[in-house]
């Protein structure tokens, strides 16, 4: 079975500082990979999608960046952290013709 | 450009009654339209999905109800418990590579005992 991993949980981190969220996937190959952030008690806003390696497409400009190594790894980075890029991530995958899985998603809070 | 409205914002049942959320969409070339439930501090879950070429889904306590024409389609939950107390969005699919899917802002659910 497919499952996804997303770490870490919980995150606080200073302005200014670097950022870097991993998610991968196990148990399916060539999955379409997301990354979302959800600010508290409101929607999800998807930030990132990549549907192969080194493919990124971004779907609203700030501060962060995306990237895919490997074929079931996604990360979400960041050089210098703002207050603004507090928030709820979380990273999802899709066959492309399912649904989409969400991993657990990270807490940042940047302070 | 909200392409999914959802409605209402936060919603209030009582134990053993009908919950019912409702979506509308822009788009006709959207191709499956999925429901997800979200605990807090937890990734939103599957619920239920539907396409367009079905008018109804039921799935236990679980129902989307499609309307193609008007463009809208919604989820009823009977006999909602305490437990479903959640956020709620519905969704729907472009067709295309990537298969994003377009949210809606979510429906806050509270069931009280």
């Known amino acids: 079975s497919q499952t996804i991993h997303q770490w870490p949980a919980t995150l606080v981190q200073p302005v200014g500082s670097p950022l870097s969220l991993e998610c991968t996937v196990e148990?399916?190959?060539?999955?379409?990979l997301y990354w979302y952030r959800q600010a508290a008690g409101r929607g999800l806003q998807l930030l990132f999608y990549s549907v192969g390696i080194g493919q990124i497409s971004s779907e609203v400009p700030q501060n962060l960046s995306a990237s895919r190594p490997q074929d079931r790894q996604f990360i979400l980075s960041s050089k210098k952290l703002l207050l603004s890029d507090s928030g709820f991530y979380l990273c999802a995958w899709s066959d492309g013709n399912t649904e989409a899985f969400f991993g657990q998603g990270t807490r940042l809070t940047v302070v | 450009q909200q392409q999914v409205k959802q409605s209402p914002q936060s919603l209030i049942v009582q134990k053993g009654g009908i919950s019912i959320i409702n979506c509308a969409y822009e788009?006709?070339?959207?191709?499956?339209f999925p429901w997800y439930q979200q605990f807090p501090g937890k990734g939103p879950a599957l619920l239920i999905a539907i396409r367009p070429d079905v008018s109804e889904k039921k799935e236990g306590r679980f129902t989307i109800s499609f309307n193609k024409s008007a463009k809208q389609f919604s989820l009823h939950i009977m006999d909602s418990q305490p437990g479903d107390s959640a956020t709620y969005f519905c969704?729907?699919?472009?067709?295309?590579?990537?298969?994003?899917?377009?949210w809606g802002l979510g429906t806050s659910l509270a069931v009280n005992p």
């Open positions: 969704a729907a699919r472009k067709p295309g590579n990537n298969r994003k899917l377009i």
């Open positions: 148990g399916t190959s060539n999955p379409n």
């Open positions: 788009n006709t070339a959207f191709d499956y």
